[in-house]
């Protein structure tokens, strides 16, 4: 199989997850650029890829680099490239397209002339003048930074963070790839109590489950490349079927979610059983200023209301300040809190051992880190 690129993108600021999930993998020689990872392989880690991977946004097939600074370098650099060896004669080809700090900086004039190239090459191929495009879907991506051209393939479809569990979603819902980036930060064990006290729909409860059993992300979705001609159908179920494998069946975490809002936790034990880990969490419906901590030496991650997204500020204010008394007398739990409030600190009533800048969609928020005691050994 020919060695290719391939580039596993992820929300800016958690590069460093998905560099770890991909080390875990097994591949190294990676590059990390700014919500990219690149990596080398073939087409058969496509399958793999796309299946296993819990922080990144989606995977894409890298089909050439090149500088362009004028409209003609962009067509001929785009056409030199072996579209007809990926794209059938039927192939659906869709292009989209960025430019930034570029020569070239009208995206919709960029997209048409790859699109051009594209026509021009496979006409060489096929030996035809016309394309019906009603096969399989190849969506290319023209990006285009400091006139330097990446051409790549989408071989993901439907982004990453869309594992098929979650039906439905309270007002403002994390993603579930940064879900699960935010568990992977605080370096979560399995074999650790994990407690979220405000968990909306339930998706840090559900990814720390899918975790601890091992459960590949995408074990049960559907990819935009699984048509593609390329790679056999042999391959995805044996990347598939590896990941079954692999489920921990007979391991159970502990895991504890609660929230104020009945219909949120309706919606949370809903999408738990779509998950197939209903019987990994104990949820329950109430308030946090009457949560009880479970155990001594757990780990709290928390996505709390931002003022700026959903609910009162002040209603938000006490929230924080109910979570700092919740592990005010108990130093042996690790906290962890992602929000936009630059007033967390003070309402909650102690400085993080560490913090660090996130993007939650469009908002800006912080991930406050307060270290507990470690457990003693076994």
Known sequence: MNNIKLIATTTFGLESTVKRELLNLGYDNLKVSDGAIEIEGSYNDIPRLNINLRSSDRILLVMGRFKALSFDDLFEGTKSLPWGDIIPEDGHFIITGKSVKSTLYSVPDCQSIVEKAIVDKLKQKYKVSWFQKTGA???????????????????????????????????????????????????YRPERTLLDPCCGSGTIAIEAALKAKNIAPGISRKFVSEDWDIIDASVWKGARSKAFSSIKVDFMPSIYASDIDKNAIEIARHNAVNAGVDDCIVFENKPLNQVKLPCRYGICICNPPYAERMGEIDEVEQLYRDMGKLFRDDNTWSVYVITSHEGFEKLYGKRADKKRKLFNGSVKVDYYQYFGLRPPKQ
């Open 137 to 187: 879907v190849y969506k290319v991506q023209v990006s285009i930074l400091k006139d330097i051209v990446t051409l790549t393939l989408d071989t993901t479809g439907h982004a990453l963070n869309k594992r098929g569990y979650r039906d439905n979603a309270v007002a403002a819902p994390l993603k579930e790839t940064i879900a699960h980036a935010l568990i992977d930060l605080c370096y």
